[in-house]
């Protein structure tokens, strides 16, 4: 029998979900916004967006020897215009009020995303995707590590990655993604809980608590 707990575990206390409660506590006393249940779910979608394109990678990984899920939904350059116009487009016709925090909250979210994704590893993350290191525009699911230049995010700056670890993450991925099922493959990017992520949550949580004594649970679209 197979066991998801692993998973169900990262989903509840992982980083993306400590991005989304803490982004949104901090942003909601920035703009005095109450605890809106609605637009905390926003700022979930918003800290995993980037990862749906693990969806088709998982459909297409074998008939077309994609090696990542770094495909599209992990080009920021792209996708962060096409959100932040998505949601502006859809809060200024049913929330106008609320636009401005609704539009911060997403970016925050999903930039925090991109740049724990860079700064977890040392083969870092391709931030200036689909941009190859000459300037031009080129997009490919196979491995892009001769396409654009991955960069390592620290508290000391940014910086480019060391090309054997991109390297090697990209030959790994790739045989891993001929030959693994789904479970698998999903299964070995999930890492266990750390106690700063459990304590992360937990202050995160304190935050929504103090946020809902101090503002309220908020009010709707209006």
Same mark, same amino acid.
């Given at each position: 029998?197979?066991n998801w707990?692993p998973?169900a ?5 992982g980083?993306d979900?400590n991005?989304?409660?803490c982004?949104f506590v901090?942003?909601?006393?920035l703009?005095g916004?109450g605890?809106? =249940?609605?637009?905390?779910?926003i700022a979930g979608i ?6 749906l394109?693990?969806?088709p990678?998982l459909?297409?990984?074998?008939k ?5 899920h770094?495909?599209f939904?992990h #080009?920021?350059?792209?996708i962060? =215009?096409?959100?932040?116009?998505t ?7 049913t929330c106008r ?7 911060s909250?997403?970016?925050v979210c ?7 994704d860079a700064?977890?590893?040392?083969h870092?993350?391709?931030?200036l995707a689909?941009?190859?290191?000459d300037?031009?525009?080129r997009f490919?699911?196979a491995s ?5 230049v991955h960069?390592?995010?620290?508290w000391t700056g ?11 993450? #990209?030959?790994? !991925?790739l045989?891993?993604?001929q030959t #693994?099922d789904? #479970?698998?493959e ?5 890492e266990?809980?750390?106690? !700063? ?11 929504l608590?103090?946020?809902?004594i101090?503002?309220g649970?908020?009010p709707?679209?209006?």
């Amino acid at each position: 029998m197979r066991n998801w707990l692993p998973l169900a575990q990262q989903i509840a206390f992982g980083w993306d979900t400590n991005i989304a409660l803490c982004s949104f506590v901090a942003l909601s006393f920035l703009f005095g916004e109450g605890a809106n =249940p609605w637009f905390l779910c926003i700022a979930g979608i918003a800290a995993y967006l980037p990862d749906l394109d693990l969806i088709p990678f998982l459909l297409l990984r074998k008939k077309m020897r994609i090696a990542g899920h770094w495909v599209f939904g992990h #080009y920021p350059i792209i996708i962060l =215009p096409l959100e932040v116009t998505t949601v502006g487009i859809i809060a200024l016709t049913t929330c106008r009020h609320h636009a401005l925090f609704l539009i911060s909250l997403v970016l925050v979210c999903t930039i925090a995303h991109f740049v724990h994704d860079a700064a977890a590893r040392s083969h870092g993350f391709h931030l200036l995707a689909p941009f190859t290191r000459d300037g031009q525009l080129r997009f490919t699911l196979a491995s892009p590590t001769d396409l654009w230049v991955h960069y390592t995010v620290s508290w000391t700056g940014v910086k480019e990655a060391p090309k054997e670890d991109v390297q090697r993450l #990209y030959e790994t !991925s790739l045989q891993r993604a001929q030959t #693994y099922d789904n #479970y698998s493959e999903i299964m070995s990017r999930v890492e266990a809980v750390s106690l !700063s992520q459990v304590t992360t949550f937990g202050l995160g949580t304190l935050g929504l608590v103090a946020l809902v004594i101090c503002n309220g649970s908020g009010p709707g679209c209006n």
